[in-house]
């Protein structure tokens, strides 16, 4: 009933509605695209190199003769796979800090948090880029794809778990004095059951909130990443190498570029107004509540 | 107020410390053995040796680190792995160019930016208010490289005679680079417009739920005043917090607009570093981001003291 009344405030406000189709139709496209593909996104088609938008290929081909749009659509998995991966796993890390160390307080909430202060001292993409920057140092070029991209998913567990953290400590000693946390604790309740069962829920509307956001910030982080040619590597179906290697045929295939950079920005804004209308469905549903109580 | 202050030096010498410290164990001890990076797979090991031996590799991580944070703090940044080029010029030079870049982007984009936010806040719920607040989430969501490559797009069809690479030499006094600084600078000032328009419009919002504003309303002030006397003084004092974190914001965004428009700042430096896996000068220059990005905070914290007379005066 209450997830019900957030999901439905939420589809009310047009610009929240508009987000959320976004990002469930690029949900879509990440689970279904590569099968639906028209064309091998790899694959040259030499009998059409550079041809304009038309109803074969809809956004046109390459300057290697590869179908856009087909690497468009095969790179939606890709996007989803390493952004909504790195923050779940960043979700999951910076929860299970924040509750211990927000929960526990003393000489362990200090010391983890200077050194989470330490990390955020340091720019997103910075961050990223020194982590990216001494991995490629360390491994070289002999890597896989399969070893960039999943460097790339480290970089962005470590650059979002210590902002989650920060986010679910706030809520857990914000809480932690509060009557029902202490009737858990003077019931002789476990510590992990006190955290899961009493402060988790308390965190979970900010939880949610802060997730929203991370997951456009990765989208935004990863294209940044692949268009500076250090995230994944050619020839993988990547939105910002697309751009990347789009704008340096630019006189020749404009849509090239224009059709993966304005995939990465419809993306990007609609997790943000997803993540916006998320966050005043709950200052409102709260505000309800102030009142009926 | 000094004792203020003074905890915040204390605060900040911490930070940076405990960043430097973070910054040695990514570059020098994630990697593993140093010298292989430098002289690839195949080198035999007596150059090995050699080379370990002239890094002082053998020696422990504590000792190493101590030793680099000392050299970095004499002004010894090491010699470049790629160039062989002493880093401290080869960086400062960078440095300069990206705080003039910077520079030109805050002086326009800061006034713009609070005052757009400041509107759009007083008239929340109003025409103009979805406005601003549609262009700047737009322009938020739209990834640094994006917005340039529109507006040199826009520019080639309008303004044929603006340069659409800025690759001009380091060291080109401020007059002679302007030509070349407009569109990258243009670029930053979008994004940083939007942010910190964002960040002032929230706050501006938050304020006008106080308790106190519906108290001078009620004793029917008229709305200018409550708007301009009570309100606006209260909303736009942590916006000067908003601008020094979106120093951190414009770090990042550099280094994406450096790298399209050619221009030679830390950020194209930082991705041919990577390129060239020149561990030292990458760590040079992020150190060097580091302090500059603590510094801004220190400032904004200090700026933000001396007009809160709530810190100024003291517990």
């Not at chain 2, 005052?115 to 007083?122: E, I, K, Q, S």
Request: charged share 15%.
């Amino acid at each position: 009933m209450r997830q019900h009344s957030i999901v439905r405030r939420l589809l009310a406000d047009p610009a929240s509605a508009l987000g959320a189709a976004i990002v469930a139709l690029f949900v879509l496209a990440a689970v279904f695209g590569p099968a639906l593909t028209p064309f091998d996104p790899n694959q040259s088609i030499y009998e059409s190199v550079r041809v304009p938008p038309s109803a074969q290929h809809w956004f046109g081909t390459d300057h290697l003769a590869r179908d856009v749009f087909s690497r468009v659509l095969a790179g939606a998995r890709s996007a989803l796979l390493l952004a909504g991966g790195g923050t779940l796993v960043a979700v999951l890390f910076g929860t299970a800090i924040g509750l211990v160390s927000g929960f526990r307080g003393g000489w362990l909430d200090e010391v983890l948090m200077r050194f989470f202060d330490a990390l955020l001292s340091l720019p997103a993409l910075l961050l990223a880029l020194l982590l990216l920057g001494t991995l490629r140092a360390a491994y070289g070029e002999s890597v896989s794809a399969i070893g960039r991209g999943l460097g790339v998913f480290l970089v962005l567990a470590v650059v979002y778990t210590p902002i989650v953290a920060r986010v679910v400590r706030s809520v857990a000693l914000g809480v932690r004095g509060r009557a029902w946390v202490e009737a858990a604790r003077l019931q002789g309740e476990r510590l992990p059951r006190i955290l899961l069962r009493e402060i988790l829920p308390a965190a979970l509307p900010a939880l949610a909130v802060e997730a929203a956001l991370r997951f456009s910030y990765a989208i935004f982080l990863i294209s940044s990443l692949g268009f500076l040619g250090v995230g994944v590597q050619p020839p993988n179906p990547d939105w910002g190498l697309m751009v990347n290697e789009g704008r340096r045929n630019l006189s020749q295939v404009p849509w090239a570029m224009w059709a993966p950079a304005v995939t990465i920005a419809v993306v990007v804004v609609g997790a943000n107004l997803l993540a916006d209308g998320l966050k005043r469905a709950l200052m409102e549903r709260d505000l309800q509540r102030e009142k009926d109580a | 107020m000094f004792a203020y202050l003074l905890r915040r030096l204390g605060f900040l010498l911490l930070t940076v410390v405990l960043t430097s410290l973070l910054v040695f164990l990514i570059a020098q001890v994630l990697p593993g053995d140093v010298c292989r990076v430098i002289l690839g797979r195949e080198a035999g090991a007596a150059r090995l040796a050699e080379c370990r031996a002239d890094l002082g590799l053998d020696e422990p991580a504590a000792v190493r680190y101590l030793t680099w944070l000392a050299d970095f703090l004499r002004g010894d940044w090491g010699e470049s792995y790629a160039t062989g080029e002493p880093i401290r010029e080869w960086v400062l030079g960078r440095v300069r160019m990206s705080i003039m870049l910077a520079g030109v982007a805050f002086v326009v984009a800061v006034p713009l930016a609070v005052g757009l936010g400041a509107l759009a806040g007083l008239l929340h719920g109003k025409w103009p208010d979805t406005l601003i607040s549609i262009g700047s989430l737009a322009v938020v969501g739209l990834p640094e490289f994006v917005t340039a490559i529109v507006l040199i797009q826009f520019a080639a069809f309008r303004f044929p005679w603006l340069p659409a690479s800025s690759a001009i030499p380091v060291g080109t006094p401020f007059r002679e680079a302007l030509p070349a600084l407009i569109l990258p600078a243009l670029t930053a000032t979008l994004v940083l417009l939007a942010y910190i328009a964002r960040l002032t419009r929230a706050g501006v919002v938050e304020e006008l739920r106080q308790n106190y504003v519906r108290t001078a309303e009620l004793k029917s002030l008229p709305r200018w005043a409550v708007l301009l006397r009570h309100v606006l003084p209260n909303a736009l004092l942590p916006t000067i917090t908003v601008i020094a974190i979106s120093t951190g914001w414009l770090v990042s965004g550099l280094v994406v607009i450096e790298n399209v428009f050619n221009y030679p700042g830390l950020g194209r430096l930082l991705v041919f570093a990577i390129d060239r896996r020149d561990l030292p000068t990458l760590q040079a220059i992020v150190m060097v981001t580091v302090v500059a990005f603590a510094l801004a905070n220190l400032a904004a914290d200090l700026l933000y003291a001396a007009l809160n007379p709530r810190i100024r005066v003291g517990e």
